[in-house]
């Protein structure tokens, strides 16, 4: 090219669009109650973020999500800091970790039925999608808990994670190093992905390279501040000694703000965009059954996809109707049957009684005709009796006469 047309300032504008939109960055922290999750950011980011302490007797886990905007120069950043409250307080390890797999699942499905939109707005929209999980372990010095390794095989394919050994300063510095070496190994034992500080980009890569080599970073926090030679340092005090923040040699709070902060925020971003959520995106839309190839591993768009799916649920829904028509004449025929069955029964009990009705009578009449000829009978001889009865009545009547008679003639 022979003469200067200025795009090489697109850089320039970019940046100062980037600067006039702001930032936003979110961090979700998943660790166990009073673990030092809150000292930690505040620690951080320098500013006392007001978290109240939680209770170890929740439920269930709750996720909170607190944003605060922050300014460096003129730089804004929307900082959304997610606690994971109740963590590791449930006996059934699975409600410890799936509330945390939802909550990111959550935050994708917003962002996508965002784009999904016919009129979206995610130029002015809370990007709400969580860029980095920073993973608090227990500063045991043995190895990872169940549930620590539950948690994070759950999360790698949903966040960028670093881990960080908290409360670092209860480990002793040799105990520390074969620590994270045991950490490290389980984690790739167990297929564990952690988020590895980029090496593509020539001018950061060797200190990425390098911080990949000292994960997980063993972090101590404090806001306290506390007089060390003719300095006020950010530090922790104890009886026998003081534990400096920001002191390399005594943890690596550091290194993690440097990582997390300095160098690698923008790529945390657009991982969470180019990887975690692209692969959400698909899974998704694939559920959905939505594709990129037909059949014949022809390019299908998205109209021929839309027009394919609606000839499917427009089959699918004959082929339903059809069914439900046919389950109900079956169902009608059903009930007949057993209707006829039950007036054929009625009709048979009508019939059986009847004739049992018609045999008593039948009995009935028969011991009446007995019962009269017998009344007959009697009265006949009844009637034969009183005449014998009569008869000899008259009889003896004559008799007394003549013996009266008789009588009065002796006497005379
Ligand atoms: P919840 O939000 O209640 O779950 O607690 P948290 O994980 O936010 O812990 P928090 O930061 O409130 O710290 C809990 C206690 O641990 C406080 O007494 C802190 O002073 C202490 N603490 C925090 N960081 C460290 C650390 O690096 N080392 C040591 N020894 N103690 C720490
Ligand atoms: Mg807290």
Redesign the pocket.
């Known amino acids: 090219m022979s003469g200067h047309v200025g795009f090489e300032s697109l850089p320039d504008q970019l940046v100062n669009r980037s600067v006039q939109q702001g930032f936003c960055f979110n961090i979700l922290c998943v ?10 950011i505040d620690t951080l980011f320098n500013t006392n973020f007001e ?1 109240h ?2 209770s170890h007797f929740y439920p269930h886990v709750k996720l909170k999500a607190q944003t605060y905007e922050l300014q460096e120069s003129n730089v804004r950043l929307k900082l959304t800091i997610v ?1 994971t ?1 109740g963590f590791g307080d449930q006996i059934n390890k699975e409600e410890s970790y799936q509330p945390v797999v939802d909550y990111i699942d959550a935050q994708f499905e917003a962002y996508l039925q965002e784009e999904l939109k016919i009129k979206r707005s995610l130029f002015n929209y809370h990007d709400s999608r969580i860029h980095v999980c920073l993973y ?1 372990i227990s500063p045991t010095g043995h190895s990872l808990k169940t549930l620590d390794l539950l948690t994070m095989k759950s999360l790698d394919s949903k966040v960028n994670i670093i881990p960080v050994i ?5 480990v002793s510095k040799t105990e520390l190093q074969k620590f994270k070496i045991k950490l490290m190994s389980e984690l790739v034992s167990n297929g564990v992905q952690i988020y590895q500080f980029p090496t593509d980009d020539e001018t950061i890569a060797k200190i990425n390279a390098s911080m990949n080599g000292h994960l997980p970073f063993a ?4 806001m306290d501040e506390v007089k060390v030679g003719n300095k006020m340092v950010k530090a ?1 005090q104890y009886p026998w000694g003081v534990v400096q923040v920001e002191n390399e040699n005594h943890c690596d709070f550091v290194k993690l703000r440097e990582m997390l902060i300095c160098t690698n925020m923008e790529d945390l971003r657009e991982q969470t965009h180019t990887r975690h959520y692209e692969l959400y995106r698909r899974c998704k839309l694939e559920e959905m059954g939505f594709t990129d190839v037909g059949p014949e591993n022809k390019p299908l768009s998205l109209q021929e996809t839309y027009e394919a799916k609606r000839h499917e649920f427009y089959g699918e829904r004959q082929r339903k109707e059809e069914e439900m028509k046919q389950m109900f004449v079956q169902r009608v025929k059903e009930k007949e049957a057993i209707l006829k069955e039950a007036e054929r029964e009625l009709q048979a009990k009508f019939e059986h009684l009847k004739r049992v009705h018609q045999e008593e009578r039948m009995k009935l009449e028969e011991k009446r005709r007995l019962l009269e000829e017998e009344i007959i009978a009697f009265s006949k001889k009844k009637a034969t009796s009183e005449i014998y009865q009569n008869q000899s009545f008259m009889a003896s009547g004559s008799n007394l006469k003549r013996d009266k008679d008789r009588k009065n003639s002796n006497f005379m």
């Not at 660790?31 to 930690?40: A, D, N, V, Y």
């Not at 972090?219 to 404090?222: D, E, Q």
Request: hydrophobic share 35%; glycine share 16%.
């Open positions: 660790g166990e109650t009073g673990i030092g999750k809150s000292t930690l978290d302490e939680s606690n409250v608090f908290a409360k670092a300063d209860a972090v101590v926090g404090s922790r």
